[in-house]
């Protein structure tokens, strides 16, 4: 019903920034929140913002807040992400829910190493 994909995904120094994007397409209005997710390898997948389309009510994990910004263009969600360190090297993942569904894409990696 809804296809997700994210790039943007990359090698970046401690300190550096990176943009990610995750493109959506299919019936794209059936979505009413998005979020960005992340994970590495033997730990359990953390959510790390969350944005709500019907109003401005936008949730950060502790470990990004003040750091990173979700944000929404029509289809397309970004996750600005700024002061990168070491402990947000993960594959990040977009997601997506209907009423009756989430949706998500393949994961883009990010490392954050010098």
């Known amino acids: 019903q809804v296809q997700l994909a994210e790039s943007g995904g990359g090698l970046v120094q401690p300190g550096g920034s990176l943009r990610l994007s995750c493109a959506a397409s299919?019936?794209?209005?059936?979505?009413?929140?998005w979020a960005w997710f992340r994970q590495v390898p033997g730990k359990a997948r953390e959510q790390v913002a969350r944005t709500w389309l019907a109003s401005d009510n936008i949730n950060y994990s502790d470990s990004v807040k003040g750091r990173f910004t979700i944000s929404v263009d029509r289809t397309t969600l970004y996750l600005q992400m700024n002061n990168l360190q070491p402990e947000d090297t993960a594959v990040y993942y977009c997601?997506?829910?209907?009423?009756?569904?989430?949706?998500w894409g393949q994961g883009t990696q990010v490392t954050v190493s010098s």
């Open positions: 997601a997506a829910n209907s009423e009756d569904a989430e949706f």
């Open positions: 299919g019936r794209t209005f059936l979505i009413f929140t």
